[in-house]
């Protein structure tokens, strides 16, 4: 299989005519077909030209963009080809290029899977002649010429041609050589329109001369803008003829440069690795002496000493108290016992397992008497409302009885009878060492507000009408 790729330059020097000059002169053994792939960023115009028209825009290489993201690219492909042959037998075929040039950035991301999907098309017996334009070689098409075996370059063999070339021709040589496959694929492909031999110029530019079209512009015509390509005089042609040559050479480079690559023309250049650092022997390790073993050592028992519970500290003498009465001290402080004598259940400590044990509180001294009950004077007298003549009094007379409020017993002890054998509600009251803080608030009754009495009314009004309360009366 062999893969041209046929590259302009400004001037228009007729890269698409060179390259469907190539299609229908491309020389086909049995079983071989070629196909042309119109790869132009510019748009194509075979299908206005060549074909004047007569094939729809719906085919072409706009939609292989969206196969591509389907991921059908290569179903699609034999979707969108047309069959250019003079006989019709398929062995000439065309994938028209983009219908706008604002088409091509959608293909930035297709250009690379596309050339991988026509070189595989080797099985089949295809050969596959891609046309680049004036740019196809630069951006993200470079890829296109970086992927084929030979590299046409179309050059009119006139001043102006050969100066503006040069640049070109210069990078893209340099592109090969660091990106592509070397730039020995690259070639020169003459249009022999000016003075200038094809030896002079191979030797200025140092690139091999692929072939040397003949300039005919009445001939050519047919290819840019249409016409009977079945038609004798146009196949016997002396363009034609040179078209034929030209397509024997670059067959016969191709192969050549083929056998000389081998197997690696058709692997893409894989990017420089790293070296890595030779590695530095070293001595096999040694393993040290063993020293002798040495007997184990029998530990020593050790003595458990029996646990010696801490001596309580000596307690303060404490009073007796009477059984038949306890009192608030002991309810809440209970004593701690004697030395001696045995717990109805295990202490209980509070705090940290392993802390300081927590010492019990200090006895305190218990107070006997206890204070006699206090007794609360009756509450004052609350004055009635005088009822005024002629005025009903808006609210009747209320007093409000003080009451003294409850004292609640302690808990777990009943109430103590007087002796009397009444209950009047009031407790002893201890006064403690230590007295407790109680966070309670006690019922306080609310103070009774004596209420004023009503206002006289004014002189010489009592027989009148009632006014309202408030109403000021201007003197007459």
Excluded: K
Aim: proline share 18%; aromatic share 4%.
């Amino acid at each position: 299989m062999t893969v041209v790729a046929v590259l302009g330059g400004p001037g228009a020097p007729g890269a698409t005519s060179s390259a469907l000059a190539l299609l229908l002169s491309w020389p086909l053994r049995p079983g071989r077909r070629v196909l042309l792939v119109e790869c132009d960023p510019d748009g194509g115009a075979i299908l206005a030209g060549a074909l004047e028209g007569r094939v729809d825009a719906v085919y072409g290489l706009r939609n292989l963009a969206v196969a591509d993201r389907r991921g059908l690219l290569a179903q699609a492909l034999w979707e969108q080809l047309l069959d250019v042959s003079p006989q019709g037998n398929g062995e000439r075929l065309l994938l028209p290029g983009l219908t706008d040039p604002a088409q091509a950035p959608g293909l930035a991301y297709t250009w690379e899977p596309l050339v991988e999907a026509l070189r595989a098309l080797d099985p089949e017996g295809y050969d596959v002649i891609l046309d680049l334009g004036r740019s196809g070689a630069n951006g993200p098409m470079a890829v296109l010429a970086r992927r084929s075996d030979v590299v046409a370059a179309t050059v009119r063999t006139t001043l102006r041609g050969l100066s503006a070339v040069r640049p070109r021709l210069a990078a893209l040589r340099e592109d090969l050589d660091t990106n592509g496959t070397g730039a020995d694929s690259l070639g020169l492909l003459l249009v022999a329109e000016g003075p200038y031999p094809d030896h002079e110029v191979s030797r200025q530019f140092q690139l091999p001369v692929l072939g040397t079209l003949t300039h005919a512009p009445r001939t050519a015509r047919v290819l840019s803008d249409g016409g009977d390509t079945t038609d004798r005089r146009f196949i016997r042609s002396e363009l034609m003829r040179t078209a034929r040559t030209a397509a024997d050479r670059i067959q016969h480079h191709a192969e050549g440069r083929r056998r000389r690559l081998g197997p690696q023309a058709q692997q893409p250049p894989q990017p420089p690795q790293a070296q890595q650092p030779p590695q530095i022997q070293q001595p096999p390790r040694t393993r040290p002496a063993q020293l002798p073993p040495q007997p184990p050592q029998q530990a020593q028992p050790q003595l458990q000493q029996p646990y010696q519970a801490p001596a309580p500290r000596p307690s303060m003498p404490q009073q007796a108290v009477p059984s038949q009465q306890m009192t608030h001290q002991q309810m809440t402080h209970p004593q701690a016992p004697q030395p001696g004598a045995p717990f109805a259940q295990p202490p209980f400590a509070a705090g940290p397992v392993g802390g300081r044990p927590e010492r019990p509180y200090p006895p305190q001294p218990q107070h006997q008497q206890p204070y006699p009950p206090q007794a609360y004077p009756p509450p004052p007298p609350q004055p009635v409302h005088q009822q005024q003549p002629g005025r009903p009094q808006p609210y009747p007379p209320h007093q409000q009885p003080v009451q003294p409020s409850p004292v609640p017993p302690p808990l777990g002890r009943p109430p103590r009878p007087q002796p009397g054998g009444q209950f009047t509600g009031e407790w002893p009251i201890r006064v403690e060492s230590q007295p407790q803080i109680s966070y309670a608030a006690p019922y306080i009754a609310p103070p009774v507000v004596p209420q004023p009495p009503a206002p006289a009314p004014f002189p010489g009004q009592d027989d009148g009408p009632e006014d309202s309360p408030g109403e000021v009366h201007r003197a007459r």
